[in-house]
Every structure is written in structure tokens, then in C-alpha cells.
């Protein structure tokens, strides 16, 4: 009887130790997951800015500039996961100086960044999400902007106003 109640008794040690074990093995997951999502944030940050590049290049009708900042946004692009289709859009832009060609990709861009960067969280400052009903042959398109005022990638100094502000995210 005496065995049983030593065996109990470490059984019930070793029980006490394990499960204030647990806590520290917890705290160790977490902080990778904080640390997965603040690498996550911070790549998506990089993915928001270098968009925001190609956007203004548009903009200016500079199918030049706009082929460079597209390689930097398919480079950023490539470290966040499920971001492959986007990716390939951005260096099919990269692929041309063609600004005709550039808009046609970058309205198809913008479907795929608009809700990463929507999911994206503790933004500094309001994401504007923009629209012009002309676009895509009058189908619409939108584009994200850094600021109210409408600046058209999809048609530059034709249309530079054309569109409106949809959405706010903040």
C-alpha cells in the first residue's frame, strides 16, 4: 500500500511539474506566431509601398519607371505566401515599358494586393481605395492610394480625376 501511495504521489509531482511546463512552451509558440506576424506586417508594408510606386508611375505615364518598381514589388511579393499570382502580374509589368499594357496588368494587380493590404493590420495611416467606372472598358477598376485626391493610373493626364474614393481603411 505504501508503494501505491509513493507511486501516487510522484505521479503527482511529475503532473504539478508538466503543466507548469506548459505555460513557458505556450508563451515560446506565441511569441514565434508574433513574431511570423510582424514579419508578415512588415512585408506587406514593403508590398503596400512599392504598389504605391507603380500606381504613381502609372500616374505619370512612365512605362520606364513603372517596369523598375514593378521588379521591386514582385521582389516584395515573393516573401509573402499565396502571393504568387500576384507576383507573376508584377513581373509581367517588369516584362514591358508598354503603359497600355502596364494599366490592363496593373487593374488585374489591384484585385489581388486590395484585400492584402485590407487584411493588413495597425495601418499608420489611412489606405484610400479608388474607382473609375471608365476603366477596363468601362467595366471599372479600382487602385489603392496613400491620398484622397484622385490620381488615375489608368489614364494618367487623359483622365487624371476620373474616379472616386470607395472606401477608407484605417
Given at each position: 500500500m505504501k508503494n501505491y501511495r509513493f507511486i501516487f504521489a510522484l505521479w503527482l509531482v511529475l503532473a504539478?511539474?508538466?503543466?507548469?511546463?506548459?505555460?513557458?512552451?505556450e508563451s515560446v509558440a506565441e511569441s514565434a506566431d508574433n513574431k511570423e506576424a510582424s514579419s508578415l506586417q512588415t512585408d506587406t508594408i514593403?508590398?503596400?509601398?512599392?504598389?504605391?510606386?507603380?500606381?504613381?508611375?502609372?500616374?505619370k505615364s512612365d512605362g520606364s519607371a513603372a517596369k523598375k518598381s514593378a521588379g521591386d514589388l514582385a521582389d516584395h511579393l515573393k516573401k509573402i505566401k499565396g502571393c504568387s499570382e500576384a507576383e507573376d502580374l508584377?513581373?509581367?509589368?517588369?516584362?514591358?515599358e508598354d503603359?497600355?499594357?502596364?494599366?490592363?496588368l496593373f487593374l488585374q494587380l489591384?484585385?489581388?494586393?486590395i484585400p492584402l493590404i485590407k487584411g493588413m493590420?495597425?495601418?499608420?495611416?489611412?489606405?484610400?481605395?479608388?474607382?473609375?467606372?471608365?476603366?477596363?472598358?468601362?467595366?471599372?477598376?479600382y487602385w489603392l492610394s496613400a491620398q484622397k485626391e484622385i490620381k488615375n493610373p489608368y489614364y494618367g493626364d487623359e483622365m487624371l480625376e476620373c474616379g472616386e474614393i470607395k472606401e477608407e481603411i484605417k
Open positions: 504539478a511539474a508538466a503543466c507548469q511546463q506548459a505555460p513557458k512552451q514593403k508590398v503596400y509601398n512599392a504598389y504605391l510606386q507603380v500606381k504613381d508611375n502609372l500616374v508584377a513581373d509581367k509589368i517588369g516584362d514591358t503603359v497600355k499594357s502596364q494599366r490592363m489591384s484585385n489581388d494586393v493590420s495597425n495601418k499608420a495611416a489611412p489606405v484610400y481605395v479608388a474607382y473609375c467606372p471608365m476603366a477596363n472598358e468601362g467595366k471599372g477598376g
